[in-house]
């Protein structure tokens, strides 16, 4: 059912309610509230802090990880150049990987209860709170949950002794992925290809929030015409 006009109490915690906001929902979750502070999702303290993630606990815990699965290709006879290849490989699968979870789930349209309340915690709290730094790389729970299927696809697209190394590569890219986004949100770059991937990701956080899915690149935007058009960006900024 659809709570028509129903509002968000901000000092309550979030994960429940936003599910009655139905069709508003969409547009509640692209209006960013830009503090530092970060919301809380839930009542109980136990879900409330598996909600929270330091942003170095990224490389921390999958760096090894990509060194385990590099050497597993190594001891099973895979060549210096094989690796580089296998590695750079796994990074530009991830790339596309990328794209496509930001463009086909993160922005799933949604408007029933569970519907809302899935958007909300996958990525529209992300939408929402885009400074919340304690909520902005993937919860590590839920990169050992996406390594199954990638695991599995790195086995059925490549040999034995390769599929780690590839496996490895992806992610390399995902933990680059994580890092580049923390860092867009948090830093100031200073050379122009960060100025320039930080310019794209906030306008796609500001202005148009169903253009320029890429974080690490703009390739997969160019190549499925999703980059932002000059003329988009300006009617968007009117708005403002
Ligand atoms: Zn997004
Ligand atoms: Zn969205
Ligand atoms: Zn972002």
Redesign the pocket.
Known sequence: MVAQGFTVDLDKPLAFQVGHLGEAYDEW??QPIVTKEGPRFFHSDFWEFLTLTVWWAVPVIWLPVVVWCISMSVSMGCSFPEIVSLVALGIFIWTFIEYCLHRFL??MKTKSYWGNTAHYLI??YH?KHPMDHLRLVFPPALTAIMCFPLWNLAKLIATPSTAPALFGGGLLGYVMYDLTHYYLHHANPTIPVTKSLKKSHLNHHFRI?DKGYGVTSSLWDIVFGTLPTTKALKRAQQKY
Do not use: A, E, L
Request: charged share 0%.
């Open positions: 979750v692209h993160f922005h990525h529209g939408h929030q």
